[in-house]
């Protein structure tokens, strides 16, 4: 399954090693401040989907006041320093499947990257909130985190036998699986899934930072940013940011799938271009031409084959906003010219439908309209006014509610009627698909 | 302290950090003071002020200058400098898209519905929503619970929910049963009982009813029985229990036909127990006792005076639901029969002990005054627990006897009036019902029944276990012909004495 990129692989190339070389780095000659810093420099943004820059994530971290974090006594956790780690591996992303092939393979990348996170913002006690469905990860997974409390890497004075100074770490991982819903992903629908509530977004303010996990601080980072701190440490900031763009630094995994050649996930540096990434990883599938992309998971709005080769896209956060769209969760969707795009967006809207988790009003009733109407759409019993009622629906929807589960929901609708409209008329006047028509007809010949 | 301003819909005013948007704007008054009623200014659903913040509805959003977003103003804390338009046409256009959200799988069966009139979908569509729909689809039904019993007391129809849950928060914040919650996601969303084989287990059902801002959850002894907008209201007091709960009473011509709580943040917040608001039925049942039990003497003090003249000593036994105006009126009448007379007289109550029966409003003393008998300096004719007096060992010749709706004369005080106080003549005043007369007519000192007035037919004041004064005032309409012949006791006994002279 894995595709290595053609650059000198990053995080990759720590596949089976346990040798934890960068956390003992860290607590040997660095203090937490540093590592902040380390990981700002580096340019390091949130793999999951926000790309929010993980140092300034960090560092708004409540500061442990001076006398506290100087007694660092193991066993008496008290409640100022008291926070969590949380990693957010409920990987739901249409499209996505990196982190999945991050736990699968490298578990214990992720596990020193929680380390090394944890000892930066002062956190004792971590949390892996893992898929439901992941089940064979979920298995992997705990088995890595026995290993590493066997090696003494996890728990009480980690690492003690290696380290030169007489610093004390000690950091505890719990591993929580989910139930299977998508919005679980969303950071405070997963805080409240971890506290056994209802797994419904919080409204923020206060943010995770100020009242977390529990009521307590909590600093909550994908698996894939996590798992990229050890190769930041390990190569250097600089030497890492320089992989990507001024503002996004580095490689990352990119989720690979659709009307691909070669489907799968890889790594890429952040400043190759989409239309080069494609083309690495085997170009369209059967040669057949390109229609459209979806760049950065299912929410992210579609991107037409035009807009690709005369805006020369980039695939960093920022180049990718620019174009009106989202670099999101890094799946990239191949869309070949035999595909209906009313049909998949009216699949995506249903999953949005499914997913919604019912608190807001827009949300709740919208994506199930959305979804309605892109099915009849599709199946052709729509009318030609129904059309701008997408718009309709969209701009009551989007940026009204607690979360962005609405925008993601808007982020397809919207882009497929604007940039594909006649394809959506034709299903109307033809009153059936134009392409189930055409494949029927070849198949009956 | 000087940089805290803000200013809302052009008024500039102060406020104290972590004070929200809404709570000012109640403060200043731009949206109505009863918060939990429809509001025109600020929309809300899922908001309530005795609820925590879910700010999930989206109607009460408001525009924050430079900020992107519009603001829910239910969950966002003010900050200094904040210019707040509350009905700007951005604002407006957004509540139209939650109204059409909203009423897209709405059943829209408001003929049939007991929350017509007082619906806030309805207020508020015909504020701000789009009188036509763009909804082709077939609407959400839910088949299991279109009409769903949840308890004795309460009926849901899902079809009209708006998922504000509200129902849910208050059965695990308030009444902490935690008996409802939402089953599913999304649009298949569905209000359920945690444990689908019991039902409801609180006592603060109605307040289900109340806080449902659509037709969702209704209280079933209102089901169907009245339009609420024939409904005339005047503000009471509930004198179920020694709480005092503050209550608006609905009535039709001098029919009651509902109790709905009152906001009073000292006695009883927002909430009401469902035997209190069950209470109403007790006043108009049809066992009371509305005309005087002996039939042939019409002017019922004639035969009261004559016995106080015969009389050598006086026993007056105050029930607790009797106001403190009923009390003072006999103590007055107490103290001018030994002072003008020179005869013994006392004057005792009767009630129970008093204690909290759960961590909200609901208290073990089932009469609403006993604490202002005790402020009167009245003391207690008996110990339930002891079954012995203190007081000394007299005998009374007449004694008079007053209690209202909320206690009842048992067999234990008539044979302690007959063996321990030798009672030759018992003149009763109040609210009776007909197997009570029934009780009495079997002794033979009994002498006279003396209809009296309930709560909601006289003005007066209870003192509640907290001590607090609260008065309650006679609502008008409910004085029919039958009403209207019963004298006050501050009437019956200020008579008798000008009578005397």
């Keep these: 399954m894995i595709k290595m990129s053609v650059i000198e692989p990053i995080l990759t190339k720590y596949i089976g090693k346990k040798d934890y070389l960068s956390i003992k780095k860290v607590l040997n000659e660095m203090n937490p401040a540093d590592v902040i810093q380390d990981v700002k420099k580096s340019n390091l943004r949130g793999r999951g989907g926000a790309g929010f820059p993980t140092g300034i994530k960090w560092s708004v971290m409540p500061v442990i006041p001076k006398e506290e974090s100087k007694e660092k006594s193991n066993k008496e956790i008290t409640p100022i320093t008291l926070r969590y780690l949380v990693c957010n591996a409920d990987e739901g992303e249409p499209g996505t499947f990196k982190d999945r092939f991050i736990i699968g393979k490298m578990p214990h990348l992720l596990i020193e990257g929680m380390l090394i996170a944890a000892y930066a913002i002062g956190a004792r006690v971590g949390y892996i909130y893992i898929r439901g469905e992941f089940a064979s990860e979920y298995r992997i997974l705990k088995n890595a985190i026995e290993e590493a409390y066997q090696e003494n890497y996890l728990g009480e004075n980690v690492f003690s036998k290696f380290l030169n100074t007489n610093k004390n770490f000690s950091f505890d991982l719990h591993l929580y699986r989910g ?183 827009q949300c709740r009733e919208g994506s199930h309209w959305l979804a309605r109407l892109f099915h009849r759409i599709e199946k052709g019993e729509a009318e030609m006014k129904e059309l701008d009622l997408i718009e309709h629906i969209c701009s009551n929807m989007s940026m009204q509610t607690i979360c962005a589960f609405a925008d993601a929901v808007v982020g397809p609708a919207r882009s497929s009627i604007k940039k594909f409209r006649s394809e959506f008329e034709e299903h109307i006047r033809i009153k059936c698909c134009p392409f189930k028509k055409q494949k029927e007809v070849s198949h009956v010949l | 302290m000087s940089s805290n301003n803000i200013t809302i819909d052009g008024i500039n005013t102060t406020f104290t950090p972590g004070e929200t948007i809404m709570q000012i704007s109640r403060r200043i008054g731009i949206t109505k003071e009863v918060d939990h009623k429809i509001d025109p200014q600020i929309s809300r659903f899922c908001f309530h002020p005795g609820l925590s913040i879910a700010g999930t509805c989206r109607m009460c959003t408001v525009e924050v200058e430079n900020a ?321 007096n203190s007081n000394s060992n007299s005998n009374y010749d007449l004694v008079i006897l007053v209690k209202n709706l909320q206690t009842t004369i048992d067999q234990h005080l008539l044979s302690m009036l007959e063996y321990k106080f030798q009672c030759k003549e018992l003149f009763a005043f109040g609210v009776f019902k007909s197997d009570e007369l029934k009780l009495l007519q079997s002794y033979s000192f009994f002498k006279e029944l003396i209809p009296g007035r309930t709560t909601l037919e006289k003005n007066g004041s209870y003192t509640n276990c907290d001590n607090i004064t609260q008065t309650f005032k006679k609502i008008d309409a409910l004085e029919n012909d039958k009403i209207k012949a019963i004298p006050t006791i501050e009437e019956i006994f200020t008579r008798i004495f000008y009578q005397d002279n």
């Excluded at chain 1, 890429?268 to 990883?281: T, V």
């Excluded at chain 2, 001098?254 to 009883?268: E, G, H, Q, S, T």
Aim: glycine share 8%.
């Design chain 2, 68 to 388: 992107p977003k519009l603001v829910t103003s239910c969950s966002t804390a003010a900050v200094d400098g904040m210019v707040v338009h509350t009905n700007s046409e951005r604002v407006k256009k957004s509540r139209a898209g939650v109204m059409e959200f909203l009423l897209l799988n709405h059943p829209l069966d408001c003929p049939v519905c007991d929350q017509s009139g007082e619906c806030s979908l309805q207020e508020y569509n015909f504020q701000y929503g789009p009188a036509t729909s763009n909804f082709c689809d077939p609407k959400r039904v839910y088949e299991n619970s279109t009409t769903k019993r949840l308890s004795k007391h309460i009926t849901l129809n899902m079809n009209r929910c708006i998922h504000c849950e509200r129902c849910v928060r208050f059965s695990s914040e308030i009444t902490q049963t935690n008996d409802l919650l939402m089953l599913n996601r999304g649009w298949k969303k569905e209000l359920t009982l945690t444990d689908d084989t019991l039902t409801l287990i609180s006592d603060y059902q109605g307040c289900l009813a109340d806080i449902c801002p659509v037709g969702a959850l209704t209280f079933n002894d209102f089901r169907f029985k009245k339009r609420v907008w024939f409904l005339s209201k005047q503000n009471s007091i509930c004198d179920q229990c020694s709480k005092g709960c503050n209550i608006e009473v609905h009535y039709e011509d001098d029919v009651v036909y509902r109790y709905i709580p009152r906001y009073n943040k000292d006695v009883n917040n927002y909430w009401m127990c469902d035997s209190g608001r069950l209470s109403y039925h007790k006043r108009q049942a049809e066992d009371r006792i509305y005309t005087n039990s002996n039939s042939n003497s019409n002017s019922n003090s004639k035969s009261l005076s004559n016995a106080i003249l015969n009389s050598n000593s006086l026993l007056i036994i105050l029930a607790t639901d009797t106001s403190n105006e009923e009390a003072k009126t006999l103590i007055d009448f107490k103290n001018t029969y030994s002072y003008r007379l020179g005869k013994t007289a006392d004057c005792y109550y009767i009630g129970s002990e008093d204690s909290k029966l759960d961590h909200l409003l609901k208290m073990k003393d089932q009469t609403p005054n006993t604490r202002g008998l005790l402020n009167l300096n009245i003391s207690q004719l008996y110990n339930s627990n002891s079954n012995s």
């Design chain 1, 179 to 361: 139930a299977g819903a998508y919005i679980c992903g969303e950071e405070t629908a997963l805080l409240n899934s971890l506290e056994g509530k209802r797994g419904e977004p919080r409204i923020k303010p206060p943010y995770p930072a100020k009242f977390g996990a529990f009521g307590k601080s909590t600093c909550i980072n994908n698996v894939e940013t996590l798992a990229t701190v050890p190769a930041i440490i390990n190569i250097g900031a600089e030497k890492y940011a320089k992989y990507g763009t001024a503002k996004s630094g580095g490689t990352r995994l990119f989720s690979l799938s659709g009307h691909i050649q070669n489907p799968g996930v890889y790594e890429f540096p952040l400043s190759i271009k989409l239309k080069d990434l494609i083309n690495h990883c085997g170009g369209v599938k059967d040669g057949k031409k390109l229609k459209a992309v979806i760049p950065g998971g299912g929410s992210a709005p579609i991107l037409t084959a035009e807009e690709i080769d005369t805006l020369d896209l980039g695939v960093d956060y920022d180049s990718l906003a620019a174009a009106g769209t989202m670099a999101g969760s890094g799946g990239i969707i191949l869309l070949d010219e035999t595909t209906c795009i009313v049909e998949a967006a009216s699949v995506l809207l249903k999953f949005y439908e499914h997913e919604s988790c019912g608190q807001c009003s």
